[in-house]
T-cell receptor, first 114, second 115 residues
Framework: DTEVTQTPKHLVMGMTNKKSLKCEQH?????MYWYKQKAKKPPELMFV???????INESVPSRFSPECPNSSLLNLHLHALQPEDSALYLC?????????????FGSGTQLSVL | AQSVTQPDIHITVSEGASLELRCNYS??????LFWYVQSPGQGLQLLLK??????LVQGIKGFEAEFKRSQSSFNLRKPSVHWSDAAEYFC?????????????FGIGTKLQVIP
């Protein structure tokens, strides 16, 4: 299994809603990532988990809350989002949290905030 | 500061023609270099990567890239483009920053293939 699975594929939410994005991999990878990609822009790193511990938070607003319940799962909890948070949210994983590692990406969750 | 520049936002080529996508980087040491491809509404897939050794690297789907230290470039090439190659292509660099290892992406080049 060489896939990173993200659910849901599409999500529409209001600014007062609470929702969660889920990501799962069964490749035994020890590093997992959340990226945000706005239309016609490159992916931007949000969070990095290494061995289930948060190692990088790229100054992301607190309305985004990551969680890594175990080595295969990564969640992104969303609360009180703004319309400008609408984007494609990509999860990725790699064998280790190293700059020379290949990243395996999921197909993303397209989020629209109304 | 490290950066990745892809000077061509959009490129159109005819099917069967050759392709070269440009990438320049700025980094104090030899970086880890990658090319990823993204189809619409999808995640990114690694085409190839360079760390050291032979400066010409082969990737999947018939792509290759050449690392030129003197030009700080890592251009992607394909001798004959297929319609299925139409996608967005991202050059990326892996580096150390603030005690952590990170990967940053260029702005991307959108490839259109015409019959």
């Amino acid at each position: 299994d060489t896939e990173v699975t993200q659910t849901p594929k599409h999500l529409v939410m209001g600014m007062t809603n609470k929702k969660s994005l889920k990501c799962e991999q069964h490749m035994g990878h020890r590093a997992m990532y959340w990226y945000k990609q706005k239309a016609k822009k490159p992916p931007e790193l949000m969070f990095v988990y290494s061995y289930e511990k948060l190692s990088i938070n790229e100054s992301v607003p607190s309305r985004f809350s990551p969680e890594c319940p175990n080595s295969s799962l990564l969640n992104l909890h969303l609360h009180a989002l703004q319309p400008e948070d609408s984007a494609l949210y990509l999860c990725a994983s790699s064998q280790e949290d190293r700059a020379d590692e290949k990243l395996f990406f999921g197909s993303g969750t397209q989020l629209s905030v109304l | 500061a490290q950066s990745v520049t892809q000077p061509d936002i959009h490129i159109t080529v005819s099917e069967g023609a050759s392709l070269e996508l440009r990438c320049n980087y700025s980094y104090g040491a030899t970086p880890y270099l990658f090319w990823y491809v993204q189809s619409p509404g999808q995640g990114l897939q690694l085409l190839l990567k360079y760390f050291s050794g032979d400066t010409l690297v082969q990737g999947i789907k018939g792509f290759e890239a050449e690392f030129k230290r003197s030009q700080s470039s890592f251009n992607l090439r394909k001798p004959s483009v297929h319609w299925s190659d139409a996608a967005e292509y991202f050059c990326a660099v892996g580096f150390f920053s603030g005690g952590y290892q990170k990967v940053t992406f260029g702005i991307g080049t959108k490839l259109q293939v015409i019959p």
